[in-house]
């Protein structure tokens, strides 16, 4: 047990520096890693006898857990300890296997860890050296705090009550972990924004000067062939949005915009001349590979480079451009696999504006 022990150690003293990497919980995942604890056994009235004589040791386990959605998640644990009796001074070895259920708010985070709070079952094996061995059935509740320190590795730390059923003496327990998680579940990605759709007009009616109004109700004689009319004559206007959305894509960690993308640059820099009340937006994502908080400048650094280009290459003014970095929060495409990693890896070119012009009659 030396080993286990001082692996499950130095994992505990690394959380405060890899908790600076935090992720977000997964929907659905399970896990495997390690736990150490501190158990302070022993605190009934009578600590006298031989029910209840253990010293405090320090007990470790490995774990597995699985959670079934946001709330709720099951915990198996395996965990072994040495120590003595208080009073007898013998050896003792303890195997113990657990079993419980925990809740979790789906949203609460505590300065972006998430509590939870379970209760469960454990069956203890207790070896005393020269003496035999006997059963503990003991109940326990507990209570702490966990965190996603990187895409694959979750810390955890907390407290536990046991009490045993039949000699009904309590346990209290401190404990800290880490684990490796797997078989995650994330929300389906965004569906693509789609451009408005202003193909089908009304039609005004025939005249005989073909404006669709009679010549002695027609305020306006110079309306342009084909134009929509009011009641009056006059041309009717339409106001409509503008917008197109282009994706840029990337390579792994960079920031050069590819010679690939540029015909299509300079197709979405002609619509920007041909609608100069336009203005564009560039949206930087990243894959989920590294830490979210480098995510986030590198995808600003991606939207500025592509800006750079609309500048440099295709004469647009930097005042009709704005730029933000979304980060990895917003997947296109699984980061499970290279081709969707890609995908994810991309600036999100989106143009708007309001254009007005005469409405034309259908042919």
Not at 134 to 160: C, H, N, S, T, W
Not at 299 to 316: E, N, P, Q, T
Request: net charge negative; charged share 25%.
């Amino acid at each position: 047990m030396p080993t286990l022990r001082t692996a499950v150690i130095a994992a505990a003293l690394t959380l405060p520096s890899l908790a600076l990497a935090s992720q977000d919980f997964p929907l659905k995942y399970s896990s495997l890693g390690l736990e150490a604890s501190y158990v302070d056994s022993g605190n009934s009235e009578n600590k006298s006898g031989a029910v209840d004589d253990l010293s405090n040791y320090w007990e470790f386990g490995v774990n597995f857990t699985h959670q079934f959605n946001p709330n709720v998640s099951l915990l198996l644990q395996g965990s072994y300890a040495e120590t003595d009796t208080r009073n007898f001074n013998r050896d003792a070895d303890i195997l113990r296997g657990t079993i419980g259920g925990r809740l979790h708010p789906a949203s609460y985070r505590l300065f972006g860890w998430r509590p939870f709070a379970g209760a469960g079952y454990s069956h203890a094996d207790i070896e005393l050296k020269s003496y035999g061995s006997k059963g503990e059935d003991m109940l326990y509740g507990e209570g702490g705090l966990q965190k996603m320190i990187a895409p694959r590795f979750l810390a955890g730390a907390g407290v536990r009550g046991r009490i045993e059923v039949e000699d009904e003496y309590f346990d209290a327990q401190v404990f800290a972990g880490i684990h490796y998680v797997f078989g995650r579940e994330y929300p389906p990605s965004p569906v693509s924004r789609r451009p408005l759709d202003f193909s089908k007009m009304a039609v005004a009616p025939a005249d005989s000067d073909g404006d669709g109004v009679p010549d002695n109700r027609d305020k306006c004689p110079d309306t342009p062939q084909g134009a929509l009319v009011d009641d009056n004559g006059c041309a009717k206007e339409l106001t409509r949005e503008i917008k197109e959305t282009l994706y840029v894509e990337f390579e792994h960690d960079k920031t050069e915009v590819r010679q690939s993308f540029y015909p299509e640059l300079e197709n979405l820099a002609t619509v920007l001349k041909q609608y100069p009340t336009s203005r564009i937006l560039l949206e930087g994502h990243t894959d989920s590979t590294g830490p979210s908080t480098y995510n986030q400048k590198l995808s600003k650094s991606r939207a500025d480079a592509v800006m750079k280009v609309l500048i440099d290459h295709f004469g647009i003014n930097a005042d009709r451009i704005r730029t933000t970095g979304m980060g990895e929060s917003q997947p296109i495409a699984t980061n499970e696999t290279d081709a969707g990693r890609a995908q994810n890896r991309r600036v999100e070119a989106i143009v708007s504006g309001e254009h007005t012009e005469i409405m034309k009659r259908a042919e």
